[in-house]
């Protein structure tokens, strides 16, 4: 956390009324002493939630030992790019997923420091396939292998302005028999079509767990996270198998009514 | 801020005005929140649970909206979106759409009446979405006030109806076509042939990813988004706009969102300020 006094914040002319002066700097302290007890509280959640994911880990709190892991079809991890250069850690994160029986992961980070590791990666695992291959080989169904798949930002936006530009050029081929003059007039369907034409075939998870130091989803791609729930799990350095039993059990009792 | 209340305010009202600005005087030390908005999540279920009638628990939530705006303008917060209604809510049971859409065809009228005041706080009022699934009295009231504060800029209210993000990506989409059409001058002379052939258009008209953020119904992007009912999803909302926002998600119940949510996610942007800064730098 890296505090700036922002635009809010009044520039003193030490020319100015004293009483500016005191009342600017009496407001800053305030504001200072805010986010202390703010930080302060966050540090006693955070150890809170240590003892809790340790506990877990253990064995010791029950309601956390069977998952039903099947609800989880997909899961995607979210790790802050900085973050992503822990790669041993991503790869102790990576085993726990994999013991726990998840059969289908993606792996992302807005830099591709993920990506640029892969291979190192994809070999630390026991039982795991990249997910092109298994699409490849149509093993997708297959519960024997976990399959992996690796994501950046160049595959969030970047790939829909791909996808949109298929679908222009659909378009004006469609246009060049002259057949009437209609205006374009793209679907959601098309433009699935056109993201799995251009390679983009990963499903969209079901669960995303976010690593780093915000709950945000860092342009994770927007044409796959409609109804994915998003759990933030604190940094990466901080990681332990328990919270990440919680996180999963939590989404296994969650009911989602899709709008209706 | 005061709307629809022409009376004069209480003491515990103008305390509590006087509070606010004191807390808001320490808050805005740091970085405010441009952009803050809002998924109105729990009407339902807090009518269920203090047993109110049909259609009770959007009124409560009606209610909770006016507060937090309120708020949001005093904080100084420049622009405020309201996932009002998804296109998926029409699945709903059509005398619950039907209600939903009465109780804003009746907020937009009340808006109507009260422009003068509207005016005065300098609030423009915008509806986004796919607004031609409105049923055309609500279509012509939203119109209408969109005309009349269109000009006003000191607090932009955008209320996103008929509105899904994977909706408005493939309206981006037909848009930045059409708009590469105009500049183009691609045209069918009717024979078949084009005035610049299909196999040479390529370079002209390449949509580019600025064209599609442009051609998107919400700008500029909101810094923290709120989530009430402890729902930890987006439901297809600004999902396209979300990369660099914090998301919250307080366990409230919408009717039950109060000043200290929001101004917990104040205190949560300023602490992640530098970091979502550096991220935004970093994807442009």
């Not at chain 2, 209600?99 to 005065?120: F, H, P, Q, R, T």
Request: glycine share 6%; aromatic share 10%.
């Amino acid at each position: 956390m890296d505090l700036k006094p922002g635009a809010g914040g009044q520039r003193v002319n030490r020319f100015v009324d004293p009483f500016a002066q005191i009342s600017y700097h009496f407001l800053q302290f305030l504001w200072r002493t805010l986010h202390l007890l703010v930080s302060l509280w966050y540090l006693q959640v955070s150890m809170v939630q240590m003892i809790e994911g340790f506990l877990i880990s253990s064995g010791l709190v029950k309601r956390y030992g069977a998952l039903d892991i099947d609800k989880v079809r997909y899961l995607a991890i979210v790790v802050d790019s900085e973050e992503a250069y822990q790669i041993s850690k991503v790869i102790q994160l990576l085993k726990w997923v994999e013991d726990m029986g998840v059969k289908h992961l993606c792996l992302y980070d807005s830099k591709g420091v993920l990506k640029t590791n892969k291979k190192t990666i994809m070999e630390s695992l026991n039982n795991a396939m990249p997910f092109e291959e298994a699409v490849e080989k149509d093993v997708l169904l297959d519960q024997k292998q976990m399959t992996v798949e690796f994501a950046s930002s160049s595959d969030g936006k970047e790939a829909i302005t791909r996808a949109a530009n298929v679908l222009f050029m659909k378009y004006l081929k469609y246009a060049k028999t002259g057949v009437g003059k209609e205006e374009p007039c793209f679907t959601e369907d098309q433009m699935d079509e056109a993201l799995k034409a251009i390679g983009y075939k990963g499903p969209e998870p079901d669960l995303l767990l976010i690593y780093g130091p915000v709950r945000c989803h860092l342009g994770f791609s927007p044409w796959r996270l409609r109804y994915t729930e998003m759990v933030h799990m604190g940094p990466l350095r901080y990681m332990n198998l328990g919270s990440l039993k919680k996180a999963i059990h939590r989404f296994t009792t969650v009911q989602q009514n899709y709008g209706t | 801020m005061e709307l629809y209340n022409g009376e004069r305010p209480s003491v515990f009202r103008l305390l509590g005005k006087y509070m606010r600005k004191g807390l808001y005087s320490i808050l805005t030390q740091g970085p405010i929140p441009t952009h803050i908005a809002f998924i109105l999540d729990g009407n339902r279920r807090f009518a269920k649970k203090h047993k109110l009638p049909e259609g009770g628990g959007h009124k409560a939530g009606f209610l909770a909206l006016l507060n937090v705006l309120t708020y949001c303008y005093e904080l100084g917060v420049k622009y405020a979106t309201i996932y009002a209604f998804s296109i998926d809510n029409f699945r709903r049971k059509p005398h619950e759409v039907q209600y939903v859409m009465d109780l804003m065809l009746e907020k937009i009228e009340g808006m109507i009446m009260e422009e003068s005041i509207i005016n005065a706080y300098d609030i423009c009022v915008r509806f986004v979405g796919n607004l031609k699934l409105l049923s055309e009295p609500v279509k012509t009231a939203a119109d209408k006030i969109m005309r009349a504060t269109a000009n006003n800029s000191k607090f932009v209210l955008l209320l996103a109806v008929c509105y899904t993000s994977t909706d408005e990506i493939v309206h981006a989409v037909e848009e930045s076509s059409k708009d590469k059409l105009k500049s183009n001058e691609i045209c069918n002379d009717g024979n078949g042939d084009c005035v610049i052939k299909i196999e040479e258009m390529e370079p002209y008209s390449e949509i580019k990813l600025v064209e599609l953020e442009r051609n998107t119904y919400i700008n500029p992007y909101p810094d923290v988004l709120i989530r009430t009912s402890g729902e930890t999803r987006l439901s297809n909302y600004l999902l396209w706009q979300t990369t660099n926002c914090i998301l919250y998600s307080p366990h409230a119940l919408w009717p039950e969102i109060g000043l200290r949510h929001v101004v917990w996610s104040v205190i949560n942007f300023q602490r992640h300020y530098s970091y979502l800064e550096k991220h935004k730098e970093y994807l442009k």
